[in-house]
């Protein structure tokens, strides 16, 4: 069958399997039922190629809670349970889960093989710096425990490996105790980017922060932006949030997205959230997952799809590097709708985790005429100030590009031919960025 990631570019012809329970991802692994190269697939959020191979295995049927210990704070799950069905459980008992990705629908093995990160990064580090511990299924159909004290090489592979070393099975998460799962949010507004650096400094011990960005205003207001700093409100219901969701039944007609619209929803973004900032409390939902209301809203970009362009640099160039990169976006008309500025604390020992000390951005490009080049000279910025890509957003980094700038590709290398000898895990990204 024909899979893409989110972006829904690239498209490849793979056999899907999907094996009904746990007991079974071994069996199939020793049957030697499966020829050629082999990825795990989790809730298919990856926007790129991280997830596409010849052969994919569904996590979907390890969707089960297995235990809930609350001396320790921990849960353990079947790595196919997304995040939104975690809060389901968690939210009623007080908990939260100390970080969050801007969808619900990604898995838990997705968020490991990412180590995906929230809008408290600055505060809270990345998803595996709460991973209590996972079982990993290799190659040969052997089981292993994986900790930051077992299986240490393991463990740094996999988590934010994508998916190379093996398939996650369950996983063992910290919780964090919340007074309300309400958040008291504070909307400020910065004329430009200048302004924003030094509103998300200067409020640092806020615990989530994040600024939404008019990409494509330039000269003064370059940069221009609406920063949300937010923490959990003292007071409020613990209560899930089950949502209506709204549906895109096609793809909205690839004209309809064009350098007009595209200004126009910034510009208009921008002043609607000028004109009601201040303080507001507001569910958890709308805060972390703004765009979960929408079904398929990936489909807006058209059939062709769309590139999500992230990127970190380094604190000491960041603010040369953010302006660089948005004077070419402002200047190309090709900026996305919803842009998004946020801070990193350092990074954690996991060999391909993203985040390091610095501001990531994040911008969407349709896939059209002229976005190709447009990337490539981002990609230029990016390495002069020693910058990096985020392997779950991309769909096109080249070789060169990845080695440089992930300086512990090698050792990653060398612990997966340990636990893979035969290169069993390989996904359409892996070879194009020479990992596999
Ligand atoms: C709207 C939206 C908002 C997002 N916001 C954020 C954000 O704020 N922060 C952030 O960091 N990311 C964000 N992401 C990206 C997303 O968190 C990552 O791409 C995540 O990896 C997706 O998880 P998934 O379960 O959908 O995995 P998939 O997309 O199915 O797979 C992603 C990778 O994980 C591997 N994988 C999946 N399951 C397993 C398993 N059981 N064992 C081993 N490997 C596995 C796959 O092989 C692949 O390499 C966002 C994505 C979307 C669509």
Same mark, same amino acid.
Request: charged share 25%.
């Given at each position: 069958?024909? %899979?893409?990631?989110?972006?829904?570019?690239?498209?490849?012809?793979?056999?899907?399997?999907?094996?009904?329970?746990?007991?079974?991802?071994?069996?199939?692994?020793?049957?030697?039922?499966?020829?050629?190269?082999?990825?795990?697939?989790?809730?298919?959020? /990856?926007?790129?190629?991280?997830? !596409?191979?010849? #052969?994919?295995?569904?996590?979907?049927?390890?969707?089960?809670?297995?235990?809930? =210990?609350?001396?320790?704070? @921990?849960?353990? $799950?079947?790595?196919?349970?997304s995040i939104d069905m975690l809060l389901r459980t968690i939210i009623p008992t007080g908990y939260f889960l100390p970080v &969050?990705?801007?969808?619900?629908?990604?898995?838990?093995?997705?968020?490991?093989?990412?180590?995906?990160?929230?809008?408290?990064?600055?505060? =809270?580090?990345?998803?595996?710096?709460? %991973?209590?511990?996972?079982? *990993? &299924? *290799?190659?040969?159909?052997?089981?292993?425990? $994986?900790?930051?004290? @077992?299986?240490?090489?393991?463990?740094?592979?996999? $988590?934010?490996?994508?998916?190379?070393?093996?398939?996650?099975?369950?996983?063992?998460?910290?919780?964090?105790?919340?007074? +309300?799962?309400?958040?008291?949010?504070?909307?400020?507004?910065?004329? #430009?980017?200048?302004?924003?650096?030094? &509103?998300?400094?200067?409020?640092?011990?806020?615990?989530? /922060?994040?600024?939404?960005?008019?990409?494509?205003?330039?000269?003064?207001?370059?940069?221009?932006?609406? %920063?949300?700093?937010?923490?959990? #409100?003292?007071?409020?219901?613990?209560?899930?949030?089950?949502?209506?969701?709204?549906?895109?039944?096609?793809?909205?007609?690839?004209? %309809?997205?064009?350098?007009?619209?595209?200004?126009?929803?910034?510009?208009?973004?921008?002043? !609607?959230?000028?004109?009601?900032?201040? @303080?507001?409390?507001?569910?958890?939902?709308?805060?972390?997952?703004?765009?979960?209301?929408?079904?398929?809203?990936?489909?807006?970009?058209?059939?062709?799809?769309?590139?999500?362009?992230?990127?970190?640099?380094?604190? =000491?160039?960041?603010?040369?590097?953010?302006?660089?990169?948005?004077?070419?976006?402002?200047n190309s008309g090709k900026g996305s709708f919803i842009s998004v500025l946020k801070k990193f604390s350092k990074s954690n020992?996991?060999?391909?985790?993203?985040?390091?000390?610095?501001?990531?951005?994040?911008?969407?490009?349709k896939n059209e005429p002229g976005i190709s080049p447009l990337m490539k000279k981002l990609d230029d910025i990016v390495l002069?100030?020693?910058?990096?890509?985020?392997?779950?957003?991309?769909?096109?980094? +080249?070789?060169?590009?990845?080695?440089?700038?992930?300086?512990?590709?090698?050792?990653?290398?060398?612990?997966?031919?340990?636990?893979?000898?035969?290169?069993?895990?390989?996904?359409?990204? /892996?070879?194009?960025?020479?990992?596999?």
């Amino acid at each position: 069958m024909q %899979l893409h990631g989110w972006g829904r570019f690239p498209r490849a012809d793979a056999e899907l399997i999907e094996p009904p329970s746990a007991e079974l991802f071994p069996e199939i692994f020793k049957s030697e039922r499966i020829k050629g190269s082999l990825i795990a697939r989790g809730g298919g959020r /990856s926007y790129g190629d991280s997830a !596409l191979s010849k #052969n994919i295995i569904s996590s979907r049927f390890l969707d089960n809670f297995l235990e809930f =210990d609350e001396t320790s704070e @921990t849960i353990r $799950c079947g790595a196919g349970v997304s995040i939104d069905m975690l809060l389901r459980t968690i939210i009623p008992t007080g908990y939260f889960l100390p970080v &969050l990705p801007g969808t619900g629908f990604v898995s838990v093995g997705g968020a490991i093989a990412a180590d995906i990160h929230g809008k408290n990064h600055h505060t =809270d580090g990345s998803f595996c710096d709460h %991973l209590v511990r996972f079982s *990993l &299924l *290799l190659a040969s159909g052997e089981i292993i425990e $994986c900790s930051p004290k @077992t299986a240490i090489d393991a463990f740094i592979a996999t $988590c934010g490996g994508m998916g190379l070393t093996g398939v996650i099975l369950d996983a063992t998460l910290k919780l964090e105790k919340v007074p +309300s799962v309400c958040i008291k949010r504070e909307s400020i507004v910065a004329a #430009n980017l200048e302004d924003c650096f030094d &509103l998300i400094e200067d409020n640092e011990s806020s615990k989530y /922060s994040v600024a939404w960005i008019d990409c494509l205003a330039k000269k003064n207001a370059l940069g221009r932006s609406i %920063l949300h700093l937010a923490e959990h #409100n003292a007071t409020g219901l613990q209560k899930y949030k089950s949502r209506r969701r709204l549906s895109i039944p096609f793809n909205i007609p690839a004209f %309809l997205v064009n350098k007009h619209t595209t200004r126009l929803f910034n510009n208009s973004f921008y002043h !609607l959230r000028k004109r009601t900032a201040g @303080t507001n409390i507001v569910n958890y939902d709308s805060y972390f997952f703004p765009l979960d209301n929408i079904k398929n809203w990936n489909r807006v970009f058209g059939q062709k799809g769309f590139f999500q362009y992230q990127l970190v640099i380094p604190s =000491d160039s960041a603010k040369r590097g953010m302006k660089e990169i948005l004077n070419v976006v402002a200047n190309s008309g090709k900026g996305s709708f919803i842009s998004v500025l946020k801070k990193f604390s350092k990074s954690n020992e996991n060999l391909l985790s993203f985040p390091e000390a610095g501001y990531t951005l994040t911008l969407d490009f349709k896939n059209e005429p002229g976005i190709s080049p447009l990337m490539k000279k981002l990609d230029d910025i990016v390495l002069a100030h020693c910058g990096r890509l985020y392997l779950a957003k991309d769909a096109r980094m +080249s070789e060169d590009m990845f080695k440089k700038s992930y300086s512990n590709w090698e050792k990653f290398i060398e612990i997966k031919n340990r636990l893979d000898p035969n290169g069993k895990f390989a996904s359409i990204q /892996s070879d194009r960025i020479g990992l596999t």
